[in-house]
């Protein structure tokens, strides 16, 4: 299998993207917004289909727009009572405008599949080499703001006593999952960024009430879903996207069994 440069490369990208993909959906998880991850991958979306106007690569664009996103979604989810709304409503914007952007290009139908579900067996070395470089950043941003962040999370009425914003640390926080988001949409695609960013950190929460032990187990099993996907693909010849996917589903599964089988 790794005889081939695409398998390599592969491998690689997903190995540092879900040790970051893991852990920062473990919070989005503890934070209650595990639905905002799903919103923030729409929104790739439509800045990919929307890079066609913009003259840029569908990866900039991606960028682009969950960036904002991220800003929109931090910003104003903590000012209004029901976030949920606020995340639909550009979820279901951001579907629009990638659909508008299509609907005047159809020639880029298979570009479109791609973004929307995942190619990771298409991604170039130099593609590894930046979505490694974002998941260095983004990991020491995530380190810095680790402490603060868990404060604001879950008792935010002393953190905003001892000084903290929660809503700047919220807009910050989104921020960090948008580049993540958009690097996720590289391996899975837009639709199934839940893969890699919720679901280990679902399955980690059930195993683990401690925070650290959450946080490994979580990019423990987006790496073990990651590359487990990619290695029965390769052997079945069945979708990448699926078998992660798969095994995805079939973990948290586990892990809900598992905690209800200890707690009885």
Partial sequence: MFEYSFMQNAWLATIVISLLAGPIGYFLVLRGQSFAGHALAHLGFTGASASIFLGVTPFSGALIATVMGGVAIGYLGNRLEHRDVVIGIVLTMALGIGLLALHFYTQFATQASSLLFGNILAVSHSMVIRLAILSVLCGMAFLLLARPLLLTTLQPDIAESRGYSVGRYSIVFFIIC????????????????????????????????????????????????????????????????????????????LARLYRSKKHH
Avoid: R
């Fill in 178 to 253: 948008a580049l993540v988001t958009a690097a996720c949409s590289q391996i899975v695609g837009a639709l199934l960024v839940f893969t890699l960013m919720i679901a280990p950190g679902a399955a980690a929460l059930q195993l683990s009430s401690h925070l650290k032990q959450g946080l490994i187990l979580s990019a423990v099993l987006a790496l073990v879903y990651g590359l487990g996907g990619i290695t029965i693909s390769y052997y079945s010849n069945w979708p990448v996207s699926f078998t992660i996917t798969s095994l995805s589903c079939l973990g948290y599964a």
